[in-house]
């Protein structure tokens, strides 16, 4: 059966049906969400314990520890995800609106939640990384541990009270299906549930957007920037170079991540277009498949991205890879290496 809309309204591709719309949420909400997720969620909670061990006493390890944070809670609604879509799940709670409406009330939004401020730490994280390039001198005065702490705070407080105007609009209750002529566990909607489901999404949608735009920014000025030293610390002094090597390291690691977070931030940025421009572009309104087809794609890409970033850590931070070794092989076997 065709996901018809309404006239005048078009979602791009009406031959979507909702048994294909069924198919890509079993395959990327329950398949991939799984075994990205549980993916995510390990080493992201491997992410917390090192920055924890090298201490929070540092700007760098503060706003990579927040970050980290942020991505395991994206890790474990990933789960939340796989576990809502499953097929079992759903035969559980017979009805696939029922699998919807808690995903959409107790995984969507909180999801939101972590996903922008991992996108807003990741900024941060762009942002220092360039100040410390910039002004080598001056960057611990304008970015110490208590800066970051205080940064990290008011931005994860800002989505916070972002997406409470959403929880707000909506709570789970009992709710009378008129497709099935039943009363099931919906969405329990207030009066005014678009109007403060709309001041969630648009301001998660402008902290996505600001994140996006200064990392894009910061990255090519970071890379103009640190190339430019670079070339200048060559010219100057071998020793120069050789104890700017760490620091060269973690500069590139940064740029690899911020480059990362740009390439799969395009599903997010595509639902964004769609739900500002696109007419019926919502959970059940007439564009719904589409909806949950484009939607399905952000969660695995946010997780890869966390993924590639515990790559990074451990090919290019020498203390990150040092107190991963000590966390799975001892002090006693490492020093047999």
Same mark, same amino acid.
């Given at each position: 059966?065709?996901?018809?809309?309404?006239?005048?309204?078009?979602?791009?591709? /009406?031959?979507?049906?909702?048994?294909?719309?069924?198919?890509?949420?079993?395959?990327?909400?329950? %398949?991939? /969400? @799984?075994?990205?997720?549980?993916?995510?969620?390990? &080493?992201?909670? %491997?992410?917390?314990?090192?920055?924890?061990?090298?201490?929070?006493?540092?700007?760098? /390890?503060?706003?990579?520890?927040?970050?980290?944070? @942020?991505?395991?809670?994206?890790?474990?609604?990933?789960?939340?995800?796989?576990? &809502?879509?499953?097929?079992?799940?759903?035969?559980? #709670?017979?009805?696939?609106?029922?699998?919807?409406?808690?995903?959409?009330?107790?995984?969507?939004?909180?999801?939101?939640?972590?996903?922008?401020?991992?996108? =807003?730490?990741?900024?941060?994280?762009?942002?220092?990384?360039?100040?410390?390039?910039?002004?080598?001198?001056?960057?611990?005065?304008?970015?110490?541990?208590?800066? @970051? @702490?205080?940064?990290?705070?008011?931005?994860?407080?800002? &989505?916070?009270?972002?997406?409470?105007?959403?929880?707000?609009?909506?709570?789970?209750?009992?709710?009378? /299906?008129?497709?099935?002529? $039943?009363?099931?566990?919906?969405?329990?909607?207030?009066?005014?549930?678009?109007?403060?489901?709309?001041?969630?999404?648009?301001?998660?949608?402008?902290?996505?957007?600001?994140?996006?735009?200064?990392?894009?920014?910061?990255?090519?000025?970071?890379?103009?920037?640190?190339?430019?030293?670079?070339?200048?610390?060559?010219?100057?002094?071998?020793?120069?170079?050789? =104890?700017?090597?760490?620091?060269?390291?973690?500069?590139?690691? #940064?740029?690899?991540?911020?480059?990362?977070?740009?390439?799969?931030?395009?599903?997010?940025?595509?639902?964004?277009?769609?739900?500002?421009?696109?007419?019926?572009?919502?959970?059940?309104?007439?564009?719904?498949?589409?909806?949950?087809? &484009?939607?399905?794609?952000?969660?695995?890409?946010?997780?890869?991205?966390?993924?590639?970033?515990?790559?990074? =850590? $451990?090919?290019?931070?020498?203390?990150?890879?040092?107190?991963?070794? $000590?966390?799975?092989?001892?002090?006693?076997?490492?020093?047999?290496?």
């Amino acid at each position: 059966m065709v996901n018809h809309t309404s006239p005048g309204i078009m979602c791009f591709n /009406n031959n979507i049906t909702d048994e294909i719309a069924e198919l890509v949420i079993t395959v990327n909400y329950f %398949i991939l /969400n @799984a075994i990205i997720g549980f993916t995510g969620l390990v &080493v992201n909670v %491997i992410k917390v314990i090192v920055f924890f061990k090298l201490g929070l006493n540092d700007s760098t /390890n503060i706003s990579f520890f927040v970050l980290s944070l @942020a991505d395991t809670g994206i890790g474990i609604l990933m789960v939340g995800f796989s576990t &809502v879509f499953n097929p079992l799940f759903k035969q559980a #709670v017979m009805y696939i609106d029922v699998a919807v409406s808690i995903a959409y009330y107790c995984v969507a939004w909180p999801y939101g939640f972590f996903s922008r401020v991992a996108s =807003l730490m990741t900024a941060v994280i762009t942002v220092e990384r360039f100040l410390c390039v910039t002004f080598p001198l001056k960057v611990k005065e304008i970015f110490n541990p208590t800066v @970051a @702490a205080t940064i990290s705070i008011i931005l994860i407080l800002s &989505v916070l009270v972002s997406v409470i105007p959403a929880f707000v609009a909506t709570r789970l209750g009992p709710v009378f /299906n008129d497709k099935l002529n $039943l009363t099931l566990l919906g969405l329990v909607q207030t009066e005014s549930r678009a109007q403060l489901e709309s001041v969630s999404f648009l301001c998660v949608a402008i902290f996505q957007i600001v994140s996006i735009g200064v990392i894009t920014s910061f990255t090519i000025a970071l890379t103009y920037t640190f190339l430019q030293s670079t070339k200048w610390r060559k010219q100057v002094s071998n020793k120069s170079e050789q =104890l700017s090597t760490k620091h060269k390291r973690l500069v590139k690691m #940064v740029i690899f991540m911020s480059i990362s977070f740009l390439i799969f931030s395009i599903p997010s940025m595509i639902f964004i277009f769609l739900a500002v421009f696109q007419e019926g572009f919502t959970n059940d309104g007439p564009c719904k498949n589409v909806f949950y087809l &484009v939607s399905s794609f952000i969660f695995p890409t946010d997780a890869i991205n966390s993924i590639i970033s515990f790559v990074l =850590l $451990l090919h290019m931070s020498s203390k990150f890879k040092h107190i991963l070794r $000590l966390m799975f092989f001892g002090t006693k076997r490492l020093k047999k290496h």
